[in-house]
């Protein structure tokens, strides 16, 4: 019982953190198409700020859950280094979002909104990996 516990919730954090990953860049991209509006602008950047401190939130809980199942529940195996690593980058490509908010927020320019778009879909196939990896451990 708790082992499904503690993995329902680990998966309920993950994909608290996942929605983070996912809507930040998206404010990302709204904020180079805002134009010259300053009150939508600085509503975007709070918008941003707070996703941003949330997503650190439920990606500390989601790792404190996994390290429980891997140290009391002893989840192991090569899938798992794998799935840390794919991990490890989106935790990487997340932070490097935080940093372009940070940069709009200093009045930097962020790039256009087109390779902001394509930048918001780097994590979805980081995310099929990582699930597929969990799902089938194939190693």
């Known amino acids: 019982m708790a082992y499904l516990l503690t993995k ?11 929605a983070a990953v996912f809507y930040l860049p998206r404010i990302l991209v709204n904020l180079a198409e805002v134009g010259d509006a300053p009150a939508v602008r600085e509503r975007l950047l709070l918008m941003g700020r707070r996703l941003y401190r949330f997503g650190h939130v439920m990606f500390a809980i989601a790792c404190l859950l996994g390290l429980v199942l891997w140290l009391h529940f002893h989840i192991a195996g090569g899938w798992l280094h794998a799935k840390l690593l794919l991990v490890a980058l989106l935790l990487a490509y997340y932070i490097g979002s935080g940093l372009k908010l940070k940069r709009a927020a200093q009045g930097m ?12 879909e780097l994590p979805l196939p980081l995310l099929v990996m990582i699930v597929w990896l969990v799902l089938a451990k194939p190693f």
Do not use: D, E, K
């Open 109 to 120: 320019p962020l790039g256009s909104s087109t390779a902001l778009r394509w930048f918001n």
């Open 8 to 18: 329902t919730l680990h998966i309920v954090f993950v994909m608290a953190w996942m």
